[in-house]
């Protein structure tokens, strides 16, 4: 009974952290996409990601707040079941108390509350993680959960692919509990796998349905293959050549990571316990390590992500895992340099719990930025117009809003590179269109609000909006956010120049480069603005930071050479040669190439 508390008190703890940092509405991401597909039962982006939808579709229909504050909350009990599981695993090395300063910091982590607090498949894929190293580690039962631990495996494919990579644990509980002898254990191992892949018969019985997102359209043999093999994405997983200084870039950045995680004692720690974990028990230390390699090393040379700044949130949340077993790893050391009697655990929960709310920050729990955003963005659209996106927090967050909240059903979401991603076939010639984005309206469009209209349409006065979230310090502002907030400022200076407040503009296209310095496109397009209003000096610096953000940016390397030239800035010739070297071979580059060319041309030039 005292055990089951403890379990129980550990686990309203871990809850209660993450609920106070759980977000509200609706964040930036993909994680608006989930949502709106757990809500509805729709199709996620590849591989489909049918168990979180099923899953996250329970937890929409509790009674509490609104949809999206319910689906964040599926995250935040997948963590705190993980951090249990975490726990759990490690009292049965070493005493409760200890195994409570070890497992504390899972949900502590600055990863882990990044994943947990919005609905995200990350929580889910630890959780699932954590329940078959349990499972698999534990010497009492050896093989006695085969059935259920290739049950788990498989349903969590379900969740993400890349849980892929645990199976030596899997290997590991087969090799503990003997090989697979009859034909019986064969099958029934067989049946049990399949059960557990069913959740992928979700894609195309809900693909036929016609969801309001169905991504890939999922409903035939063809389709179903290519998103579950994930083919729309190869191209920028596995085929890209990404050489060996980028890979040492991103093992640097692992290493920060693991700095940034946890405190200097716990490293030690976790090296320590690595340590006796092979001495004492080979077989399973080897297989630990090897997952923890896996989840570390193997995903850094696996995945081919270039490495860019504003790309790096792809990889880190895929290190969760190896976090969890660095945790792991720790609970060996003190197994054996701790007696197995502790009796202050009243004090050690204490010392946590004061610990806990010592580290809370209002900054998740009020905030409403992305959803003021987007409601903005259905402000500034005429009735019945068609809003034209490119990005993500864009297109999903207004599928939310139309979809599950029901607001401003009169507009339609035409994204300009998927069909999937469109509430109508195609844009009508006798409705509005409206932008989303500067950089795909055409030349002459009017700004309205935040969006850019190609027709001339009642203008909008800028009191009207919220701006409750973007009155928050920056520094509070998570990846995606910033982005956001820069593309309000950019909006903003628009606005004001189109009234001839030219130096509040500048302020605003300034302050959206400053922001927005992760994003090539917020610099390149604060640059450009800032250019056309003589302020030269300053739209090289935007340049360049979007060069930094983004090396293979051509549009960033164009204009800068450009500008250079006009300026007769000798380094304009390395610009422009760098812009030839990276749009080589590339057909939509074509008619600038030539511009270029003939610039750089000696005869030209004299």
């Known amino acids: 009974m005292r055990h089951s508390a403890s379990l129980c008190l550990f686990f309203l703890l871990a809850f209660g952290l993450l609920l106070q940092q759980s977000h509200p509405s609706v964040p930036t991401g993909d994680s608006s996409e989930f949502i709106v597909n757990a809500v509805t039962l729709g199709i996620n982006h590849p591989a489909g990601y049918p168990l979180y939808a099923l899953c996250g579709k329970a937890f929409s229909l509790l009674p509490l707040g609104a ?3 319910r689906v964040n909350l599926f995250s935040v ?122 959740a992928y018969c979700y894609l195309p019985l809900r693909s036929s349905a016609k969801p309001p997102l169905n991504w890939g359209h999922p409903d035939s043999y063809v389709s179903l293959i290519n998103h579950l093999s994930r083919k729309e994405y190869r191209t920028l997983e ?23 995680e946890f405190p200097p004692l716990y490293l030690l720690a976790g090296l320590a316990g690595l340590y006796y974990l092979i001495k004492q028990r080979r077989p399973c230390g080897y297989f630990l390590l090897l997952e923890f390699c896996l989840y570390s090393l193997g995903l850094i040379m696996l995945l081919h992500f270039p490495y860019r700044i504003q790309d790096i949130y792809r990889v880190t949340v895929y290190y969760l895992p190896a976090f969890y077993l660095w945790l792991l790893f720790s609970s060996y050391l003190m197994a054996n340099i701790t007696p197995k009697t502790f009796r202050c655990i009243p004090i050690i929960y204490l010392i946590m719990i004061l610990f ?9 729990r009020h905030n409403f930025l992305t959803y003021d955003y987007l409601c903005n963005l259905q402000h500034s659209a005429p009735p019945g117009s068609q809003i ?199 057909a939509a580059e074509v008619k600038y190439r030539q511009r270029i060319e003939t610039l750089l041309d000696p005869k030209t030039r004299g």
Not at 96 to 106: D, K, N, T, Y
Not at 238 to 260: C, D, G, M, R, T
Not at 356 to 364: D, G, R
Not at 462 to 481: A, D, I, L, T
């Open 238 to 260: 596995f085929s890209q050549s990404v050489p060996l200084s980028e890979k040492a870039q991103y093992l640097i950045h692992f290493a920060e990571l693991v700095w940034q």
């Open 77 to 198: 009990a997948t963590a705190s079941l993980a951090a249990l599981l975490l726990f759990i695993t490690s009292a049965r090395l070493c005493c409760p108390p200890l195994a409570l300063l070890i497992s504390s910091v899972l949900p502590l982590g600055m990863i882990t509350l990044s994943q947990a607090t919005v609905a995200e498949v990350y929580s889910l894929n630890l959780f699932f993680f954590a329940l078959i190293v349990s499972l698999a580690t534990n010497t009492r039962t050896r093989g006695k959960w085969l059935s259920l631990l290739t049950f788990l495996f498989f349903l969590a494919l379900g969740n993400h692919y890349l849980m892929l990579l645990s199976l030596p644990l899997l290997l590991l509980a087969y090799f503990w509990g003997g090989p697979v002898h009859s034909l019986r254990q064969f099958t029934q191992l067989s049946c049990f796998a399949m059960i557990g892949l069913s």
């Open 67 to 69: 949809a999206a504050m």
């Open 388 to 586: 034209v996106t490119e990005g993500d927090n864009e297109t999903f967050g207004l599928f939310y809003l139309r979809f599950v909240e029901s607001k401003r059903t009169d507009l339609d979401i035409y994204n300009k590179f998927s069909p999937a991603l469109r509430s109508a076939p195609g844009l009508q010639k006798n409705r509005l269109v409206a932008y989303a984005n500067q950089k795909n309206a055409p030349p002459k469009s009017k700004i309205r609000g935040l969006l850019f209209l190609d027709q001339e349409a009642q203008g909008l006065s800028w009191r009207h909006f919220s701006e409750r979230g973007f009155k928050r310090p920056y520094s509070q502002h998570e990846n995606f956010e910033r982005e956001l907030v820069a593309s309000h400022l950019i909006a903003r200076g628009l606005n004001q120049a189109e009234r001839k407040q030219q130096t509040r503009a500048t302020q605003n296209y300034l302050q959206a480069a400053d922001i927005g310095r992760e994003f090539a496109w917020i610099n390149n397009h604060s640059a450009v603005l800032l250019q056309s209003q003589g302020l030269f000096a300053n739209a090289i610096t935007c340049y360049n930071q979007a060069i930094t953000a983004d090396p293979s940016n051509l549009e960033a390397y164009y204009n800068l050479g450009i500008l250079l030239r006009n300026m007769n800035n000798p380094n304009h010739i390395s610009v422009l040669e760098k812009y030839l070297q990276l749009s080589q071979g590339l």
């Open 356 to 364: 806990w709310y010592a580290s809370l920050s209002t900054a998740s």
